[in-house]
């Protein structure tokens, strides 16, 4: 069982548009409003794999209500700790076109202490029932920075494997705990690093430096470039097939459910990272957020390629 965190969900809304331009009028030729949030698209596509998945966080007000009968239309388990504030709306504006896309992400609401104590409650009822935690995107307002590094220790404490999908300082703090696996990409490890590194070796770098921190499977995501992680026995290159791409929000969410669905299958640790990037890859080919199907998954896993770039015994002995 998976229990996806989404503290701060919000209604997705994704305008598709051709040449986009700031500062002119567009009339988008299609579009889509979702229950959405990094934490709901890491459950739908783990359900979607086939995985049994609750979906948890904070939700409140007409937004807030939305959210969660969009959930429950889905078919997933939906644990929501109701808030009185409003959740928010993000909005997305892809442009095929030129292959960009823009977002305008709402804060969201004001969480209360109370609140917070609430959401601690249902968690460690709902942490008896799985074997791995997600936790993905940013924390509502109201909420102490170290909330997740909380989270993340009462899991480990379980023996439960946790997944940190996070930035800034919700980052910084959380890798004190030493999550079993994060994946920042390049921006967000530039921010938590303090400089960007400027080749390949110094991603390996970034990774031994995680890896020595005791986080058990640190991934770098490069973007179209693939990814970096450090398995057993060294740090190795996962690439991804050249292809046309039509949507890549919510791919970064795919990976996490692909690589959470493979942990809980007690997949190889480099086949977890194969189902992941195959679960991202597959996305990228739905305007949908945070869609796959699971033909369209095994289409692209054998397509995955990877190269050591590292050797590293100690990885034998890291902590878990």
Known sequence: ??????????????????????????????????????????????YLLGEKVIVTGMAGGSIGRLIED??????????????????????????????????????????????????????????????????????????????????????????????????????????????????????ELTSALGFKPTDMSGYVNAIKMFKDQGIQLPVISLGKRGCIAALEDGIYHFTTPDIKVVNTVGSGDSFVAGCAAGLCRNLPLADVIKLGMACGTANTQFFKTGWITVDMVNKFIPRIKYEKLSSERSFENGEG
Do not use: H, W
């Open 1 to 46: 069982m998976i229990l996806a965190i989404n503290m701060n969900p919000a209604i997705d809304k994704v305008y598709a548009v051709d040449d986009y331009q700031a500062g002119k009028v567009f009339r988008p030729r299609a579009m889509t409003a979702t229950a959405g949030g990094k934490g709901l698209n890491v459950a739908r596509v783990a």
């Open 70 to 187: 969009n959930v429950k239309q889905q078919g997933l388990d939906s644990r929501f700790v109701p808030i009185q504030g409003e959740s928010r709306i993000c909005i997305n504006v892809t442009d095929e076109k030129n292959n960009t896309s823009t977002e305008i992400l709402e804060p969201g609401p004001v969480v209360t202490p109370e609140e917070a104590d609430r959401f601690l409650d249902q968690y460690m009822e709902l942490l008896e029932e799985c074997s791995v935690v997600t936790a993905s995107g940013s924390l509502p307002e109201g909420m102490p920075r170290d909330f997740y590094a909380l989270l993340i220790r009462l899991a480990k404490e379980r023996g439960k494997k946790f997944i940190l999908d996070t930035s800034g300082e919700f980052f910084k703090e959380g890798i004190k705990e030493k999550p079993y696996m994060i994946k920042p990409n390049i921006d």
